[in-house]
């Protein structure tokens, strides 16, 4: 899978603004979601600012992709990985907690047959001293992790690449828009002919 670009979506609570890292330094902000393609086996680091009821605070969680999607030739964009940034994991990262998202597939033989109801992406918490990587595999096939801590670059204007994994290209994209609904259709359908009258019938005349 070396040179696959993952279409992701990553989202955040209403109001915050997310940057990228690209090319040693960040991208301008943009009000989420935001929608990119991220290199299968590469870590990413992006900001998170703005965030509602901690402004000037920043955090800058990292996104590792670790596997793809098999969506239909030419509607890749269409299916991206959700990453989730909820309001209590930045809350926890600013708190100087660490939090570790693993973003799976569930195995569709062993899913519960049932629609999600909640907002958002559905999510549960795993015990203390489990491996949520490892839980996750078990349960079907990781894509994605999402960690948040409360590192932050030493220096605002100059940042290390090590800090942001070396820069991996990105691939942006537009997300597709969602088709409007057309008008229904309406056909007039010929009336039968009265008893006792004769059929109309089309004809051309011409003078000779």
């Not at 793809?68 to 990453?83: D, H, N, W």
């Not at 290209?169 to 409007?180: G, I, N, T, V």
Request: hydrophobic letters at 40%; aromatic letters at 8%.
């Amino acid at each position: 899978m070396a040179g696959v670009f993952q279409p992701v979506e990553i989202t955040a609570p209403e109001g915050a603004w997310i940057a990228l890292a690209e090319a040693g330094t960040w991208t301008p902000p943009q009000k989420a979601p935001v929608h990119v393609g991220l290199l299968v086996g590469h870590v990413y680091r992006i900001c998170v600012l703005n965030i509602p009821g901690q402004i000037g605070q920043e955090v800058f969680p990292t996104i590792e992709i670790i596997d793809r999607l098999y969506a239909p030739a030419g509607q890749e964009t269409r299916f991206p990985i959700p990453i989730e940034l909820t309001a209590e994991d930045l809350r926890l990262a600013l708190e100087g907690k660490y939090v570790t998202r693993v973003i799976y597939l569930e195995d569709p033989e062993r899913a519960l047959p049932a629609p999600v109801q909640a907002a958002g992406q559905s999510w549960f918490e795993v015990p203390p001293g489990r491996d949520p990587l490892v839980v996750a595999d078990a349960l079907g096939r990781p894509v994605a992790i999402l960690r948040l801590g409360g590192r932050v670059p030493q220096q605002a204007d100059m940042l290390d690449p090590q800090f942001l994994f070396g820069c991996p290209p990105l691939w942006r994209y537009e997300p597709p828009q969602p088709a409007e609904p057309q008008p229904p259709r309406v056909t007039v359908l010929p009336r039968p002919p009265r008893p006792g009258r004769a059929t109309p019938v089309a004809m051309e005349v011409s003078s000779r």
